[in-house]
């Protein structure tokens, strides 16, 4: 028998959006109370996020990304009854190697 374990959240246990830098690794959480502010640029390095501004995917992307974190203000705080549960499914954690069992050299 095979058993699959599953990690799922609700919206409203979400708490911030996480941003990690692809150039200095450096990484932001935006509090879901920001009510959508999010960033374009790195805050550490000033790398911008936007990588072609000839097309519109990067304004579709980052004003999804503030209405998502609006809607999720929106039902956490009961100002709309939404009918049903939404949550998201996660990754399960990758467990690192113990450290203690790593052979002498």
């Not at 805050?43 to 974190?69: K, L, P, Y």
Request: hydrophobic content about 40%.
């Amino acid at each position: 028998m095979t058993v699959q374990r599953t990690n799922a959240i609700t919206l409203e246990e979400i708490i911030g959006i996480q941003f990690e830098c692809k150039k200095c690794k450096a990484r932001i959480i935006i509090p879901v109370s920001a009510k959508g502010r999010v960033p374009i640029k790195c805050t550490c390095c000033g790398d911008s996020w936007v990588i072609d501004n000839s097309t519109e995917f990067h304004q579709r992307f980052f004003t999804a990304v503030g209405e998502f974190v609006e809607a999720m203000n929106q039902i956490a705080d009961g100002r709309y009854n939404v009918n049903c549960i939404f949550s998201v499914e996660v990754k399960p954690e990758i467990k690192m190697p113990d450290a203690s069992r790593v052979p002498d050299v």
